[in-house]
């Protein structure tokens, strides 16, 4: 037995994972109970961790899509969005006034100002920007459209130059390495251990969460554990088979991004962004302290963890970067690229909350968002943990659930094109004219043989289609098992 599990000996609360909700549910819990042992686990390395990879922005509105707003779920998920806006700054102020902010401030920005540029797809860029107005308007946020070359800082290529712009106000950003020591000090300071290591297994007995299992092989019992492994949630919460297909799957949803020294150590005051396009979270640019900024990010599910940017998603990055906000980021440092996997569940929507074992939590599948819902989310838990009700809205993503159906097969399915066909026109492609008209009509019909096979029931989410439909025979014959086990189980 290693000796730092030796020396704990058991623990009353173990969170798995020291990623932002791992270690926002650990500050919540250990502040709650001071006389409790609470442990989170997780190597400093934080392999596949999104959280370092994140930009980080606080978008509640942002982040809205007409999809989203087209569903009930959807837009259920939007009201979580913009409550946790509203604890950002009573949180961050929490965080520095234990003395946490040694490294710098956790705010990088206030607010955000949306491009609507000539890049891209009408059907999703046109449709996502009006979806934000609206939900600015019906939740009466402040916000303002702005003339474009008003827009500061900027300075695109000509042919990306934008069309529109929103200045949404209160919509920031924080510097997620700083938010993560600010985080780990914050936890140590309330009486929280912090052990480097790696959960292997969940060990459980009579219907009850007994401990966890080190990578090492050691056993740490535990009262009740939380697990917030990010994208590796499921597989751990898997190793209690009864679990295995009562809570939906979790994939990598892998995203790229990069910090950049800019070529005079100018910044733009505000975070810079699209709206969310061609499956990823759109293009943004985060100011960070002394004359860096974050680009992000990229974003394609995967069926398997990958742990490094392909050089193809690093071009891409820097030339939507270059081309579509500041032509002077072409001759900028680069200082680091970095590579994340979203939690990404199987249903497209988050797993926060309890399962039908007695004093096992899950947080994960939060995928494009979860850093902006950390304090929500930490602040359920932590209730949840000790007895309480939680926040009520956040029940709805329950994990122990049947997938949720929040589209139908048919909107999956143009969604899943369109998404396609958008991904050529930001990269951009050249193609002759009347051939984007012909791929389209050409994709529609392997997606829907693709989707009937896989299942009757359910569909999976758009972005993880096509990482389906270019995996490997055996996977999607693999994934055709796992839904009809699913649908066994709820059935
Ligand atoms: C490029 C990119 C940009 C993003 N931008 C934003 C943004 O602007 N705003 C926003 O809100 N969200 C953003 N996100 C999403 C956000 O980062 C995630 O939703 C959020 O960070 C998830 O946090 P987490 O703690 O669940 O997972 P993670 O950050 O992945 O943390 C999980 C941790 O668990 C550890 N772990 C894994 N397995 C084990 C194990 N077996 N035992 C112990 N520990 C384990 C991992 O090493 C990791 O440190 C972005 C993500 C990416 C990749």
């Not at 996502?128 to 827009?151: D, G, M």
Request: hydrophobic share 45%; charged share 20%; net charge negative.
């Amino acid at each position: 037995m290693s000796e730092t599990v030796d020396a704990i000996g058991s623990a009353d609360v173990v969170v798995i994972g020291n990623g932002v909700l791992g270690l926002t549910a650990g500050v919540e819990i250990a502040r709650s109970r001071p006389e409790a042992r609470v442990v989170v686990l997780g190597k400093a390395s934080r392999r596949y961790g999104a959280t370092p990879a994140a930009g980080a922005m606080l978008g509640a509105f942002g982040e809205v899509t007409a999809h989203l707003l087209a569903s009930e779920h959807g837009r259920k998920k939007h009201a979580l969005a913009v409550q946790a806006q509203r604890l950002w700054p009573e949180w961050i102020e929490s965080l520095e006034a234990t003395g946490s902010a040694e490294d710098g401030r956790i705010r990088t920005s206030d607010d955000t100002v949306m491009l609507l540029n000539t890049v891209g797809h009408a059907a999703l860029d046109d449709a996502n920007f009006a979806a934000v107005r609206t939900a600015l308007k019906e939740a009466n946020a402040p916000h303002e459209e702005i003339a474009v070359e008003s827009v500061d800082w900027i300075d695109p290529d000509p042919n990306s130059r934008p069309l529109r712009a929103l200045h949404i106000e209160g919509e920031g950003s924080v510097d997620s390495g700083i938010l993560l020591s600010s985080l780990e000090r914050a936890f140590k300071r309330a009486g929280g251990v912090l052990l480097p290591v790696d959960a292997a297994e969940l060990r459980a007995g009579n219907g009850r969460i007994e401990g966890v299992v080190t990578e090492a092989g050691d056993f740490l019992p535990a009262g009740q554990v939380v697990v917030a492994a990010g994208a590796r949630s499921h597989a751990l919460v898997s190793t209690l088979p009864s679990l295995a297909h009562r809570v939906p799957r979790v994939y990598d949803g892998v995203g790229v991004s990069a910090l950049i020294d800019t070529w005079d150590g100018s910044a733009p005051a505000t975070v810079l962004r699209t709206t969310n396009r061609a499956f990823a979270c759109g293009l943004h640019l985060v100011p960070r302290a002394g004359g860096s900024v974050y680009i992000g990010a990229t974003n394609a599910v995967c069926l398997e963890p990958r742990g490094a940017a392909s050089i193809e998603e690093a071009v891409f990055l820097f030339n939507c970067a270059i081309h579509q906000l500041h032509r002077g980021l072409n001759g900028s440092g680069i200082r680091k690229i970095q590579a994340g996997s979203r939690p990404a569940s199987i249903d497209g929507f988050p797993l926060i909350g309890g399962t039908s074992v007695d004093g096992l939590w899950m947080l994960s599948g939060t995928y494009r968002d979860g850093l902006h819902m950390s304090p929500l989310i930490g602040r359920h838990i932590a209730s949840l943990v000790n007895g309480g009700t939680g926040v009520g809205e956040l029940a709805e993503f329950h994990p122990e659930r049947e997938p949720i159906s929040a589209w139908s097969r048919e909107e999956i399915l143009r969604d899943v094109v369109r998404h396609t066909m958008a991904t050529g026109y930001e990269f951009p492609w050249r193609l002759p004219l009347e051939w984007p008209h012909l791929m389209e009509t050409f994709l529609e019909a392997p997606f829907a043989e693709l989707a009937d096979r896989l299942s009757d029931t359910y569909t999976p989410p758009a972005d993880l289609m096509t990482a389906i439909m270019f995996s490997e025979r055996a996977e999607q014959d693999e994934l055709v098992a796992y839904y009809a086990n699913v649908y066994r189980e709820w059935h």
